[in-house]
């Protein structure tokens, strides 16, 4: 027997429900707002609103920003489900899409975003031009199942199942160098001697120290006077012959201003996969996207 619902007894709409979700998600309204590319004002409305409705207080200021009540707290969890079920059927929506037009988030580290992908953008809007294309150049690992994008460009395979992942090849990056800062290493340069070089670093932890001593270049501190997260900056930096960094070979080998620091080591390796929800991979204009991706990535 089913149950019919009394739509009656719902007060509030998914707008102003959505407007709690994401300012407790984010930690303030000026957060939120960004996020939900509205003005604070119109979403303290929103959350106003919906305070007055279910004739709660959801939120009470603290002095770094909101801090959920106890009846917000309890509230949150039915929400957060909604909202997990609203973006389920935006998906789904989506995917029953049969037009080559409409909006397509790609998501790639920001030095595949810079390099790699604008001509493989430039040959989509020539084909498609109803594709508008948002690029997000992010290191980290960007949530599909939430939308923060429609297809990723990873280095690891995805163990989420409700993703697609297709392996498309393993790629290559060295240790480069400008000629002028090879110059004064000391020759002939080795393993060994590169102890005494100092190199581009990611971050202050050991964990990029650990992942070149299995190549085995045992470094420390000391070999890092330059930190950053960004490998488009490390790429610069190298280029001013500031360190040694770490580059994807197809980028090291096609700039003249760099050489390889040790030619005869073998590179290191790393997969390129492509990812997508399962369920938008159905919408063409996301299964057009994806197939020229898999076939200018193939091409190296």
């Known amino acids: 027997m089913q149950i019919r619902m009394d739509w009656r007894s719902v007060k509030f709409d998914w ?3 959505r407007a709690f979700l994401v300012t407790a998600e984010e ?6 707002a960004r996020a939900l ?8 409305r929103q959350v106003t609103a919906l305070e007055e409705e279910l004739g709660v207080a959801l939120f009470e200021r603290t002095g770094r920003g909101l801090a959920l009540t106890p009846a917000g707290l309890e509230l949150l969890a039915h929400v957060r489900t909604m909202g997990e079920a609203a973006s389920r059927i935006s998906i789904a929506a989506t995917g029953q899409s049969q037009r080559i037009e409409g909006n397509i988030c790609i998501t790639a580290s920001d030095i595949y975003a810079a390099y790699l992908l604008p001509p493989i953008i430039a040959r989509i809007r020539r084909e498609h031009p109803g594709i508008r294309i948002e690029i997000r150049a992010s290191n980290d690992v960007a949530d599909l199942r939430r939308r923060e994008a429609d297809i990723a460009i990873r280095n690891a395979r995805p163990e989420d199942p409700a993703l697609i992942a297709r392996k498309i090849r393993d790629d290559t990056a060295r240790f480069y160098a400008t000629p002028e800062y090879v ?3 000391l020759q002939p340069i080795t393993l060994e001697s590169l102890r005494a070089a100092q190199f581009v670093g990611f971050d202050h ?3 990029y120290r650990d992942q070149l001593r299995a190549f085995g270049l045992d470094l420390g501190a000391e070999n890092f006077p330059l930190i950053t997260a960004d490998h488009v900056v490390q790429w610069q930096l190298v280029k001013q012959g500031l360190a040694i960094g770490v580059v994807p070979t197809s980028l090291g080998d096609d700039d003249p201003a760099v050489q390889r620091v040790l030619p005869q080591m073998a590179p290191i390796t790393f997969p390129i996969w492509l990812v997508a929800h399962r369920d938008l ?3 063409r204009r996301i299964r057009v ?4 991706l898999v076939e200018a990535l193939s091409q190296g």
């Open 27 to 32: 930690g303030s309204l000026s957060a939120a």
């Open 205 to 207: 932890g050991p964990t």
């Open 183 to 185: 110059a004064t290493l």
């Open 37 to 44: 590319e509205m003005s604070q004002p119109t979403l303290g």
């Open 15 to 17: 707008n102003r429900a």
């Open 289 to 292: 996207v994806f197939d020229i």
């Open 281 to 283: 991979a159905t919408a």
